[in-house]
């Protein structure tokens, strides 16, 4: 009986999909949002290539990061601009390609106790909850939103580090942002997420961030690192086209009254943070 | 408390109407966590029937290294596993990494600890003279084997089932050797795990309620197998 | 001469570098029953598990009908089968358990159930067939071990202290129900015991084994009577042992002939036939041949020569020649007052409820030795 079960799961796993023959490092807001499902089924549709070929690894954007650096994956879709230029100058990554973009919102309690409603740059907000050492919840685990958040604490020349009302969550950002909620403090985030878990929150969007949050789909450079080159250069060209464009532009309509993402499709020059109007 | 009953409800609900990707997600946590319980069954048995059986020298040793085994976080089996499977390697030309057979794999590493510790010690409530009386009515090594694996059915059933439950049960090295895929790599744990993350905590309930029926159905199995007596 | 069926030549054990087990040579023959007696520690279930092929000794064979084991030790094994001291039955019912060993040689259903019918009769316990095994008492489990040894007919019947966790009244008849089913068959056997007088009554040939060697080997009459050194006496504790024959009963007292000699003994049970007679040292008394006395309860009073005195202690065992060997057991002062040395002319006298009697049934083989 012990040996049929082997036996059977051999099959199984055999006749299951997976594999690591084309691995995407893809960021959990995009996951979280349920983006990537859609685009993954739709690419491999399109593309013949097969459905578990495509194989998304969902984590933090430092996590991705390193493992295009050892070439453990093709290509990475992320939203961290500097580590991204780092990536492509250590010569690991090449050919990126802005895809879409959001913006980050600072989310706080409704009742607003640092006053920061009024504030226009987040900067400036951050100063004030520091001031009134309001709660503060951080991703804490180097992905993208992490990075941008701690680059607002230091053009508000502010060191929030281990203050006792910055709390590092280290987790995802959905369960990041039900923790703010719980605790009733504020967050930075971006709006994608927030949209989609707007309404398990008590918190509300405050100030927004000029800055639009960039999503890039870099490949792993195949002259350094033995990757799938066909395929990441396919995904890519997909990620570009029209037809993954008018997906993305309509992402979330739907079901929250407005798209969540802004198409990039056309701009490709390799100079992190610049966009078109959308 | 709502939330609860509703996941109930959503469980119910997915069950009934034949949900297409919720019956293929159980039956691949099924399929891996039996597997990789068969696989740490057929290991642990091996060695517990020698640690048993032989006393060794150095028994004593082997079994603290298992019994600390017992309580390896399954998020660092995950990892090392990962790193062995990773492109770069030792065991990267095997292209195992994010399908279901890396799972397996780690479960196993996970589950065969459990397995073994428990299995030594279960051996070890029978006679300590049987084994010589079984060889001496005529067994080959394999029947006596066998027999005596019978014989203490009772506790080796359950160590099977803790290595199960070790198995199914966790989920953290299936998400960092699975990839937790849609379709290939995604088992009700890591689902579940998802759907927090997503915020959909009914669907995450009903999950981890479906979850909670299968380890239930297999447990039911195992313990009447366990405790039925032979005679009056 | 037959080549007898097992046997050990130059075997030697060691546990922890110390030699625990070591005999030169050692044979069982077919249709005997071989009895070990040692005391605990001795080594006695060291070599049942020798000959057993349970354990591989240091240095040394095992040869089976004559010849050194070749190939595989799997098909030795099955044509032998072991008792031990504890029943160690599997957790199933007693019919299960009986048949087992033929499970194991893959014996069909229908000719197991036979057989395992017949020795669960042949023992007494065919309406324990159900029953668990784990609800038996001490004696029944013993029988079911009994009948799962010889329902597999073997060529060798080891047996390692069968009864020695048993009280009194099961072993005795369980030493009566082995004893008729050994003589029935042609099984060799190998009885190991620390009890002396299961060795005394199941033994052909009686073999005494202290401090891993084997000290003697020969009829029980002799060892017992006729010990080899000052070790196996202290042992075995040296008294008279004689073969007799019955010549008639009456009321409770039978006359026994013992070499010529008229015995009376009395006899609880029917005896028959030939016996063995014994009697223990300290219930001989010696007096002076000349001495006249009157009636006493001792009815058995014979004239006899000292043939030797030896010693121990505070005490002086004084063996004799009644026209049989005959061993008392006296004080030191009795031995001086009475002038006692080799020569001495004595009469020895006993009760005859101090007689105890053994009987001998015949085998299918006579040992040769």
Redesign the interface.
């Known amino acids: 009986m012990v040996t049929a079960l082997v036996a059977l799961a051999a099959l199984w796993t055999a006749s299951c999909g997976g594999g690591n023959d084309f691995v995407v490092g893809a960021t959990t807001s995009i996951q979280d949002t349920g983006l990537l499902d859609v685009l993954t089924e739709a690419f491999s549709e399109e593309s013949g290539y097969d459905v578990a070929a495509v194989t998304p690894i969902v984590a933090g954007s430092g996590q991705i990061l390193d493992l295009a650096r050892r070439g453990e994956v093709d290509a990475v879709i992320t939203h961290s601009p500097q580590a991204e230029a780092q990536l492509i100058a250590d010569g690991d990554g090449v050919d990126r390609r802005e895809v879409m973009h959001n913006f980050y919102v600072l989310v706080g309690p409704l009742d607003d106790p640092a006053g920061v409603r009024s504030v226009l740059s987040p900067a400036q907000a951050l100063s004030r909850i520091a001031a009134a050492e309001s709660m503060f919840i951080s991703r804490g685990d180097n992905s993208g939103t992490h990075v941008r958040e701690l680059a607002l604490w230091t053009e508000a020349g502010i060191d929030p580090a281990g203050r006792s009302w910055y709390q590092e969550s280290g987790a995802g950002q959905g369960q990041s942002l039900l923790l703010a909620s719980d605790k009733a403090a504020y967050m930075l985030v971006d709006s994608s997420t927030f949209t989609v878990f707007q309404d398990r929150l008590e918190l509300e969007p405050l100030v927004f961030d000029e800055e639009p949050n960039q999503y890039a789909f870099i490949r792993v450079n195949p002259d350094k690192h033995a990757v799938n080159e066909a395929a990441a250069l396919a995904f890519g060209e997909f990620l570009t086209s029209p037809a993954a464009q008018r997906i993305i532009a309509e992402f979330g309509s739907e079901r929250y009254g407005q798209p969540l993402f802004v198409p990039d499709g056309a701009a490709s020059d390799g100079e992190p943070g610049v966009a078109p109007e959308p | 408390m709502e939330l609860i009953w509703d996941g109930i409800r959503e469980a119910f609900r997915l069950i009934f109407t034949g949900d297409a990707e919720v019956y293929e997600i159980t039956l691949?946590s099924l399929?891996?966590s039996?597997?990789a319980t068969?696989?740490a069954?057929?290991i642990g048995l091996s060695i517990a029937s020698v640690l048993a059986f032989r006393a060794p020298p150095g028994r004593t040793l082997a079994l603290s290294f298992l019994n600390s085994g017992m309580a390896l976080p399954p998020v660092v089996v995950g990892l090392v596993v990962a790193v062995m499977l990773?492109?770069?390697g030792p065991l990267g030309q095997l292209?195992?990494?994010?399908?279901?057979?890396a799972i397996?794999a780690a479960q196993a590493v996970i589950a065969t600890p459990v397995v073994t510790a428990l299995s030594v010690v279960a051996l070890q409530t029978l006679?300590p003279?049987?084994r010589?009386?079984v060889?001496?009515?005529?067994?080959?090594r394999w029947?006596a084997a066998w027999?005596l694996f019978?014989?203490a059915r009772l506790p080796l059933i359950a160590a099977a089932m803790a290595g199960f439950g070790a198995a199914i049960s966790e989920v953290g090295a299936s998400i960092m050797v699975?990839?937790?895929?849609?379709?290939?790599?995604r088992t009700l744990t890591t689902a579940t795990v998802?759907e927090?993350?997503?915020?959909n905590l009914e669907s995450a309930m009903a999950l981890a309620f479906i979850l909670l029926a299968l380890v239930y159905a297999v447990m039911l199995v195992l313990t009447i197998t366990q405790q039925r007596?032979?005679?009056? | 001469m037959t080549l007898p069926k097992l046997g050990v030549r130059s075997v030697l054990v060691e546990r922890g570098g110390r030699p625990i087990l070591a005999v030169e040579e050692l044979d069982v023959q077919a249709g005997e029953v071989l009895a070990v007696v040692g005391p605990n520690g001795a080594g006695k279930s060291t070599l049942i598990h020798v000959l057993a092929l349970l354990e591989r000794p240091s240095g040394g064979e095992v040869l089976f009908d004559g010849r050194p084991l070749r190939g595989s030790l799997l098909p030795y094994r099955r044509r032998m089968a072991v008792v031990f001291q504890e029943p160690l039955l599997l957790d199933a019912t007693v019919e299960s358990n009986v048949g087992s060993g033929l499970v194991l040689r893959g014996v069909p259903r229908d000719e197991r159930e036979r057989r395992v019918r017949h020795w669960l009769k042949r023992f007494g316990i065919e309406d324990l067939s159900g029953r668990s095994a784990r609800t038996l008492s001490g004696g029944e489990a013993q029988r079911a071990s009994l009948a799962r040894a010889l329902v597999l007919e073997p060529e060798v019947l080891l047996l390692d202290e069968p009864f020695a966790a048993l009280d009194e009244p099961t072993r005795r008849a369980l030493i009566d129900d082995l004893d008729r089913v050994l003589g029935e068959t042609d099984t060799a056997a190998v009885f190991v015991t620390h009890d002396r007088s299961e060795a005394l009554r199941l033994g052909d040939r009686v073999a005494v084994i202290i401090g891993g060697r084997i000290r003697q080997v020969g009829p029980p009459t002799q060892v017992f009577s006729a010990p080899a050194d000052e070790e196996v006496a202290a042992f075995l504790g040296v008294e008279t042992i004689v073969p007799g024959y019955v010549r008639s009963i009456e009321g409770g007292l039978a006359v026994i002939d013992v070499s010529g000699r008229r015995v009376e003994a009395a006899a609880a049970a029917e005896v028959d036939g030939e016996v063995l007679v014994c009697l223990r040292p300290e219930d001989v008394v010696v007096s002076p041949a000349e001495d006249h006395p009157g009636p006493t309860s001792a009815r058995n009073r014979l004239p006899a020569v000292v043939r030797r005195v030896v010693n121990i202690g505070p005490l002086a065992r004084v063996d004799l020649d009644a026209g049989f060997p005959l061993v008392a057991l006296i004080t030191k002062q009795s031995l001086e007052e009475l002038s006692l040395d080799a020569g001495s002319r004595v009469a020895a006298s006993f009760k005859a409820t101090a007689v105890h009697l053994i009987a001998r049934h015949s085998r299918l083989h006579e040992p040769s030795a």
């Not at chain 2, 292209?95 to 057979?101: I, Q």
């Open positions: 691949l399929t891996v039996g597997a068969a696989i069954l057929v990773w492109r770069t292209h195992l990494l994010y399908t279901p057979a397996v006679h003279k049987l010589l009386q060889l001496a009515l005529g067994a080959s029947q027999l019978r014989e699975g990839g937790n895929i849609k379709g290939s790599t998802l927090v993350s997503r915020g007596r032979r005679a009056s």
